[in-house]
């Protein structure tokens, strides 16, 4: 055999070796190739989106949490102003319960004085009726002594 008859067998048949490829595998390799250039591809777009919509995320997430704070001071502030005007109405309410008693205490005292002041002049006027009674030497009937009591209760 010739080295220039194998090198031209050799070449003819790396033609059809290259003419084979290109007909039943090239096309395959390449449309694969097409395929996971296309996943890669939609798997960064989706990893881009993901990342966006983290970043979406952590902002509303941080709006929803100063949102939070502003309500929570709200609601503090709303709790200590009712909390106060709670106190405020239970000193008020006990400050009228206090005059009421008081009152009511002033009115029992003055109610006693007079009842005092009124068995007083009855002790009074029986003491000078006894004192008259005893003076005259003689006693005063039962109903003339009333008459004489109740006059002289309304003297005093």
């Known amino acids: 055999m010739n080295i220039n008859a194998t090198l031209l067998a ?28 296309k996943q890669i591809a939609d798997g960064l777009a989706d990893a881009e989106r993901a990342k966006h919509d983290l970043e979406l995320a952590a902002k509303r997430s941080a709006d929803m949490l100063r949102e939070a704070k502003e309500k929570v001071g709200e609601i503090v502030a709303s709790g200590e102003k009712r909390a106060s ?10 400050k009228a319960e206090g005059d009421r008693i008081i009152s009511g205490a002033k009115a029992e005292i003055d109610q006693e004085v007079f009842r005092a002041r009124e068995q007083l002049r009855t002790e009074v006027s029986a ?14 009937d039962a109903k003339a002594h009333n008459d004489l009591l109740d006059k002289l209760v309304s003297e005093i």
Do not use: H, N, Y
Not at 12 to 30: D, E
């Open 127 to 140: 003491i000078a009726l006894a004192g008259a009674s005893k003076i005259l030497g003689r006693e005063i």
């Open 10 to 37: 050799q070449t003819i048949m790396f033609a059809l070796f290259v003419w084979f490829c290109m007909k039943f595998i090239w096309k395959p390799i390449m449309g694969a190739l097409d395929q996971r250039k």
């Open 85 to 94: 005007e709670i106190i405020e109405a239970a000193k008020e309410q006990a």
